[in-house]
T-cell receptor, first 114, second 116 residues
């Protein structure tokens, strides 16, 4: 079956512009997670959604970052007024309720802020 | 708060030699433990996981790991590596909870470089 997909695979933007990154989780997975992978910070948790519960936003680095999950499926991560330090690979993962938190990852979106 | 330490940033090894990648964790609660592998320009792939029960866990591609609660370690091993094992390996922990989603906390990764 299809895995987690993310788009675009690469995004180059100018400092100060807004960007949207998309994640399509595995069909039927109830939880969706966003992580960021950068050279200086390693793999960092950003946010996760589970079902109809309020998302855990505890990892978002600033109020320029936001995410939504529509219809319990697709998610969009939005970064407003991008800065050079936002350059990283943004990874999305999904998991199934009751699966002991086994998360399946997408290929990532590489964001470069010039 | 949880943390994961991978002491070795890089591990060079010859093909067909054994390898051990070290992982230690810190947590005030019980945890699940995972090893993920990342090949160049790809996402993370689950190698194996420890949930409960037997402390020796076998995963894909011939890898295994042993959970040691007293030493809070979860070291990854393979008896004979192949060139294709060259990749970045990440150890991760999450809260022990069968149903509720929970974030993964990752180590900084170990680069395994296999040469002939």
């Amino acid at each position: 079956g299809a895995g987690v997909s993310q788009s675009p695979s690469n995004k180059v933007t100018e400092k100060g512009k807004d960007v949207e990154l998309r994640c399509d989780p595995i069909s039927g997975h109830t939880a969706l997670y966003w992580y960021r992978q950068s050279l200086g910070q390693g793999l960092e948790f950003l946010i996760y959604f589970q079902g109809n519960s309020a998302p855990d936003k505890s990892g978002l680095p600033s109020d320029r970052f936001s995410a939504e999950r529509t219809g319990g499926s697709v998610s969009t991560l939005t970064i407003q007024r991008t800065q050079q330090e936002d350059s990283a690979v943004y990874l999305c993962a999904s998991s199934l309720y009751g699966s002991y938190n086994e998360q399946f990852f997408g290929p990532g979106t590489r964001l470069t802020v010039l | 708060a949880q943390s994961v330490t991978q002491l070795d940033s890089q591990v060079p090894v010859f093909e067909e030699a054994p390898v051990e990648l070290r992982c230690n964790y810190s947590s005030s609660v019980s945890v699940y433990l995972f090893w993920y592998v990342q090949y160049p320009n790809q996402g993370l792939q689950l190698l194996l996981k420890y949930l409960s029960g037997s402390t020796l866990v076998k995963g894909i591609n011939g890898f295994e790991a042993e959970f040691n609660k007293s030493q809070t370690s979860f070291h990854l091993r393979k008896p004979s590596v192949h060139i294709s094992d060259t990749a970045e390996y990440f150890c991760a922990v999450s809260d022990y909870n069968t149903g509720t989603a929970s974030k993964l906390t990752f180590g900084t990764g170990t680069r395994l470089q296999v040469t002939l």
